[in-house]
């Protein structure tokens, strides 16, 4: 197909064959435009969103009522959507989809990110930096982002255990031996086939020494716990890596010392916290001092909170349980990382923050 109709056009991009994002501006007064590309789906995600009567009988709309807001819950969405862009993608039925939100840079970005790695079989990263590179003004909120880590590791869970499942069965129950040099011809097509199932098998393993997110003999349901974080002066385990929260890495304090804003200048420079450890945090220019906690009530999480002196219970220290040394703090509003991100707290839960220094990785 021709894209020269849409270079000059900022409210619209080619992500993949077929597959267009961009904003709303396209229904409101670009549907001709929609037409040439030979749009048959729309994917809508945008609140209190109604189409023009015109344009939804032209279109099969697919609408996901949703705010542009750090918890709202673009994950639960996911799958859905995929399906519907999968349709939306069909060459059979020579089809075509746009996802589009109020700007095309937020909630339709997310979407379109998370249906990439789950169709390029990618990570988060990846997926981000192609669309972003397709689209320069895409910018997923914090809250989006986080939930785009989840879905990464959700998808490389369920990823591990078809490849584990799928071993075929020929394979779990013969044995090979050779007790000949020659070989009759009526074996010819079981060897091809014990030689494919051993190249599987091969790969299998290969794929999943490489996924560093999984433990080797983990439990389809069991969360990922390959990293320990414990107190540093009793050794208790504190938490694990699944209870972190992560966050989109800031440019540091500004001359007011307050959390930066995000900046559109900025967005080339975007990182992601992950599971670094001490040593890779200092090599960065700009590092994170602190960990933060998904939730307190993790039954593996062993701290106790303690109040402030006050008559208004928003903020205090957190202990470990079992030596009651200081371990961090905690604030019912949310607290700013030493890299200049502001971590809200989430819904009815206060913010967790755990000062690097007081706790060891093993």
């Given at each position: ?150 879905y990464e590791l959700q998808l490389s ?14 394979l779990m129950n013969t044995t090979i ?186």
């Amino acid at each position: 197909m021709n894209n020269n109709i849409i270079d000059n056009d900022e409210d619209i991009h080619q992500i993949l064959p077929r597959f267009y994002l961009g904003s709303v501006d396209m229904l409101l007064g670009k549907k001709n435009l929609l037409k040439q590309l030979k749009v048959t789906h729309i994917l809508s995600a945008i609140n209190d969103f109604r189409p023009k009567y015109d344009v939804i009988n032209d279109f099969k709309f697919k609408i996901i009522d949703i705010m542009d807001m750090e918890n709202a819950n673009i994950k639960q969405h996911f799958e859905d959507t995929f399906e519907f862009i999968e349709q939306g993608r069909n060459e059979e039925t020579d089809s075509t989809v746009f996802v589009h939100c109020f700007a095309g840079v937020s909630r339709s970005a997310t979407i379109s990110i998370a249906y990439l790695m789950r169709k390029q079989s990618i990570g988060f990263e990846e997926a981000y930096a192609f669309v972003l590179n397709q689209r320069r003004v895409i910018y997923p909120n914090n809250g989006f982002i986080k939930q785009l880590l989840e879905y990464e590791l959700q998808l490389s869970r369920q990823q591990s255990n078809r490849l584990k499942k799928k071993q075929h069965p020929r394979l779990m129950n013969t044995t090979i031996t050779t007790t000949s040099t020659t070989t009759p011809t009526t074996l010819t097509g079981n060897q091809k086939r014990i030689e494919k199932d051993k190249y599987y098998e091969q790969q299998l393993e290969t794929k999943l020494k490489e996924d560093q997110l999984l433990l080797e003999d983990s439990k389809e349901e069991e969360p990922l716990r390959d990293t320990k974080y414990c107190c540093k002066k009793c050794s208790t385990l504190i938490f694990f890596d699944m209870d972190l929260d992560y966050h989109i890495v800031g440019q540091g304090y500004n001359s007011n010392n307050k959390p930066t804003k995000r900046n559109q200048s900025n967005q080339n420079n975007r990182k992601i916290q992950y599971h670094q450890s001490s040593e890779q945090q200092q090599s960065t220019t700009t590092s994170c001092t602190s960990y933060f906690i998904k939730e307190v009530s993790i039954p593996s999480i062993n701290i106790t909170i303690l109040t402030d002196d006050g008559d208004q219970i928003s903020n205090g220290k957190v202990v470990c349980k079992v030596c009651k040394e200081k371990l961090g703090s905690w604030n019912i509003t949310g607290s700013a990382c030493s890299c200049g991100t502001w971590i809200q707290a989430p819904t009815q839960q206060p913010c967790i923050q755990i000062i690097k220094s007081r706790v060891d990785e093993k």
